[in-house]
Nanobody
Framework: VQLQASGGGLVQTGGSLRLSCTAS????????MGWFRQAPGKEREFVAT????????NYADSLKGRFTISRDNAKNTIYLQMNSLKPEDTAVYYC?????????????????WGQGTQVTVSS
């Protein structure tokens, strides 16, 4: 089981990025998925989560309205659309998968992790 995240990069304040995470293997089917991020010197924090097959989503309160999580089950891929980016959004973003279809903001409840993609927002 592998998760491959992509789409990170350098963007100016106010800009947008769309992250993608593609899963290999059977894990994507029936798995809730999530995005987390970790800034230098800080703990990993919850960003967003989406259920299987995608009817339910949940977001960190501070990110509601700017970030949108979605999934394309035919492509085994989840996305994170990030708008109105701020310098404090700078972090490594990780995608993760659960072993059940229910949303969760707790990283300890995820069993599959991608390698992370760097997002840097310049002021």
């Amino acid at each position: 089981v592998q998760l491959q995240a992509s789409g990170g990069g350098l963007v100016q304040t106010g800009g947008s990025l769309r992250l993608s995470c593609t899963a290999s293997g059977r894990t994507f089917s029936s798995s809730a998925m999530g995005w987390f991020r970790q800034a230098p010197g800080k703990e990993r924090e919850f960003v967003a989560t989406i259920s299987w097959p995608g009817r339910s989503t949940n977001y960190a309160d501070s990110l509601k309205g700017r970030f949108t999580i979605s999934r394309d089950n035919a492509k085994n891929t989840i996305y994170l659309q990030m708008n109105s980016l701020k310098p404090e959004d700078t972090a490594v973003y990780y995608c993760a998968g659960r072993s059940n279809p229910y949303v969760s903001g707790n990283p300890n409840e995820y069993v599959y992790w991608g390698q992370g993609t760097q997002v840097t927002v310049s002021s």
